[in-house]
């Protein structure tokens, strides 16, 4: 019986060292991928361009491959137990780096399998880090970017977003990347928000900046990076005008807007009970999400009901009386929120939502209970948590820093450390060099 070769692929980019190792491979016996799922990527790198099943088509059609299997683990040690191969094959860059311990790991198991670990010399002058950089510089669709965030959702267990008010910020959020053990931790992507992007401006938070001028901005972080966009709609406005606000949104990639069930002049939620909250009935708040996705062109676009009755000084039993109705309304998610400290209430409401509904995504916004982590949430049914203003909250405080330094001391100089490099920051630009 001829032996059998595993070798574990993501198969987004193809390039040369693939095809090579796949042939080195063939030699030992007949060729099984382990194809990585997006699940199992998700939480260890950045979320394929491809989906899986379009990777798949492309990689059973490769000569040499034998079949292909998904690989729903970023360890190689379930799907070894399962396929008992003879051999697994592997680059020798595993050696070093994150990649060490499932090495390791690999060599474990196929010792107790009775099998043999074959590693052949990483292809020089490939490298897919490189080859991903390339194609993020090209830049990304409007219906490849709106689809993201439900691949993002259905694959991981938390979906991190951080909020944006420019290009600038956006970049941040396009690229920082830390090395944590096996994983690479990263932002899944942004979050424009209202309060955000009108006090950049210098305006209340008050829905005194309107949909052009937003999108004004918002057409400088699209052209810069290519992550998925939640955009904050506030009350959403007249039910007529949202019909338009959702096809404008959708036509330029955004993947969500979440509406809050508030009627009235917008009072940031932050403000509790110390302002008036009015929260607008059931009923109305239901037609407006009806419309909203009657309006839309894709089934990707998703419109999230924000809860405010928490914030309004109501009960968790209200706030999961208008959550079912707005799930049953057609709404894609629910957002409740709360400005208590301790994180209770939300919990109570995750978990008594999770018994009716297992899979209608929930989003948080921790800026109160900032305490609990995101592995915490995620024990209570959340799906997505927003950081929902740290990037302008970080950034003002230190150009009042700067600028003082400057009427202190009538030079520059003293705030230097406080500064980045001008050659950073021009590195930091795309296309600047």
């Known amino acids: 019986?001829?032996?059998?070769?595993?070798?574990?692929?993501?198969?987004?980019?193809?390039?040369?060292?693939?095809?090579?190792?796949?042939?080195?491979?063939?030699?030992?016996?007949?060729?099984?991928?382990?194809?990585?799922?997006?699940r199992a990527i998700a939480t260890h790198k950045r979320l394929p361009y491809l989906t899986y099943e379009q990777r798949k088509n492309v990689v059973e059609n490769i000569k040499g491959v034998w079949k292909v299997v998904p690989q729903d683990d970023w360890s190689?040690?379930?799907?070894?137990?399962?396929y008992k191969p003879d051999y697994i094959i592997h680059g020798d860059d595993w050696k070093e780096g994150s990649e060490k311990e499932l090495r390791q790991e690999v060599f474990k198991v196929m010792e107790e399998l009775g099998g043999e670990v074959i590693e052949i010399p990483y292809t020089k002058g490939i490298e897919s880090s490189s080859l991903d950089k390339e194609i993020k510089s090209i830049g990304t669709t409007p219906?490849?970017?709106?689809?993201?965030l439900r691949r993002l959702i259905a694959a991981k267990p938390v979906v991190r977003i951080?909020?944006?008010?420019?290009?600038?910020?956006?970049?941040?959020?396009?690229?920082l990347e830390i090395q944590n053990r096996m994983l690479t931790e990263h932002f899944d992507g942004m979050w424009s928000s209202s309060l955000t992007d009108s006090t950049s401006k210098g305006k209340p938070d008050i829905e005194a900046v309107d949909l052009t001028t937003r999108l004004q901005d918002l057409t400088n972080i699209l052209e810069c990076t290519t992550k998925p966009i939640i955009y904050d709609g506030d009350t959403g406005g007249k039910l007529e005008h949202f019909v338009f606000t959702v096809r404008t949104l959708e036509r330029n990639g955004i993947s969500a807007v979440i509406i809050e069930d508030k009627v009235g002049l917008k009072k940031n939620?932050?403000?509790?009970?110390?302002?008036?909250?009015?929260?607008?009935?059931?009923?109305?708040?239901?037609?407006?999400?009806?419309?909203?996705?009657?309006?839309?062109?894709?089934k990707d676009f998703m419109?999230?009901?924000?809860?405010?009755?928490?914030?309004?000084?109501?009960?968790?039993?209200?706030?999961?009386?208008?959550?079912?109705?707005?799930?049953?309304?057609?709404?894609?998610?629910?957002m409740i929120h709360s400005k208590n400290k301790s994180g209770d209430d939300i919990k109570e409401f995750c978990r008594a939502f999770r018994e009716k509904h297992t899979y209608v995504p929930i989003v948080v916004v921790p800026t109160t209970y900032n305490h609990i982590t995101e592995e915490e949430l995620n024990s209570w049914g959340v799906n997505v948590v927003i950081y929902a203003n740290h990037m302008l909250r970080a950034a003002y405080p230190a150009m009042v820093k700067v600028a003082t330094s400057?009427?202190?001391?009538?030079?520059?100089?003293?705030?230097?450390?406080?500064?980045?490099?001008?050659?950073?920051?021009?590195?930091?630009?795309p296309g600047t060099k």
């Open 1 to 38: 019986m001829q032996k059998t070769v595993y070798l574990g692929m993501i198969g987004d980019i193809m390039h040369p060292g693939l095809i090579n190792i796949i042939q080195r491979g063939a030699e030992y016996g007949r060729v099984l991928i382990g194809l990585f799922t997006d």
């Open 406 to 429: 400057i009427l202190e001391h009538h030079r520059s100089y003293d705030a230097n450390d406080l500064c980045m490099p001008i050659k950073e920051i021009l590195e930091l630009i």
């Open 143 to 148: 219906d490849v970017r709106l689809k993201s």
């Open 162 to 175: 951080l909020e944006v008010h420019n290009g600038l910020s956006g970049l941040i959020v396009e690229n």
């Open 303 to 334: 419109v999230i009901a924000r809860i405010e009755s928490l914030i309004a000084g109501k009960s968790v039993e209200d706030a999961l009386e208008r959550a079912f109705a707005y799930v049953e309304a057609g709404a894609d998610g629910v």
């Open 269 to 298: 939620s932050l403000f509790g009970t110390d302002a008036i909250q009015t929260q607008d009935t059931i009923e109305n708040f239901c037609n407006k999400i009806r419309a909203g996705k009657e309006a839309q062109v894709t």
């Open 76 to 82: 190689y040690v379930p799907n070894l137990r399962e």
